[in-house]
T-cell receptor, first 115, second 113 residues
Framework: EPEVTQTPSHQVTQMGQEVILRCVPI?????FYWYRQILGQKVEFLVS????????KSEIFDDQFSVERPDGSNFTLKIRSTKLEDSAMYFC?????????????FGSGTRLTVV | DQQVKQNSPSLSVQEGRISILNCDYT??????FLWYKKYPAEGPTFLIS?????DKNEDGRFTVFLNKSAKHLSLHIVPSQPGDSAVYFC????????????FGKGTRLSVIA
């Protein structure tokens, strides 16, 4: 079964450092997403990406965050200057088009720890 | 602002019995609802969905019921199996398709053999 691949599975970084979280979505999917889950809290939407541009973003996704699809397969989330409160599980997801393909496929996540 | 609420953080059920997981929502614009299952160290896995034009959708052991007037949905698992033990998330969206999902906090289901 096709899957969304995320790397690394766990990243530890110092406060103020830049991090890049990487994702390989399912190859024939057109919509890409980042969600995050702070420990003990709900999964929250960050951003959606379609046709090489952001289609929607939440208020969490401020100027410190950016996304990119640098080539035909990768989808990255960059946090420019990490804060302690950015520590969370970050999930990448992808989906096809149309109701029949609805229901994102999520990756296994990257646990980001900011120290 | 909890637009999607799962008021039971945990639920224990005996193997073979029915598991009923509940979810309430406040945003009347939501018209597509999904259930996801999550195991530790894995991402959420899509289980079943329902659009607001239906009140029931069934897929094998899983059935989702939607009560629009009460803004309530539930997931029934019959019969429950030990492998169903996981955290279950309710999610909702406006417009279906590929719009952002709003998740509840999840309910941890334990199925006891």
């Amino acid at each position: 079964e096709p899957e969304v691949t995320q790397t690394p599975s766990h990243q530890v970084t110092q406060m103020g450092q830049e991090v890049i979280l990487r994702c390989v979505p399912i190859s024939n999917h057109l919509y890409f997403y980042w969600y995050r889950q702070i420990l003990g809290q709900k999964v929250e939407f960050l951003v959606s990406f379609y046709n090489n541009e952001i289609s929607e973003k939440s208020e969490i996704f401020d100027d410190q965050f950016s996304v990119e699809r640098p080539d035909g397969s990768n989808f990255t989330l960059k946090i420019r200057s990490t804060k302690l409160e950015d520590s969370a599980m970050y999930f990448c997801a992808s989906s096809g088009t149309g109701i029949s393909n609805y229901g994102y496929t999520f990756g296994s996540g990257t646990r980001l720890t900011v120290v | 602002d909890q637009q999607v609420k799962q008021n039971s953080p945990s639920l224990s059920v005996q193997e073979g019995r029915i598991s009923i997981l509940n979810c309430d929502y406040t945003n009347s614009m939501f018209d597509y609802f999904l259930w996801y299952k999550k195991y530790p160290a894995e991402g959420p896995t899509f289980l079943i969905s329902i659009s607001s034009i239906k009140d029931k959708n069934e897929d094998g052991r899983f059935t989702v019921f939607l009560n629009k007037s009460a803004k309530h949905l539930s997931l029934h698992i019959v019969p429950s199996q030990p492998g169903d033990s996981a955290v279950y998330f309710c999610a909702a969206s406006v417009g279906g398709g590929n719009t952002p999902l709003v998740f509840g906090k999840g309910t941890r289901l334990s199925v006891i053999a």
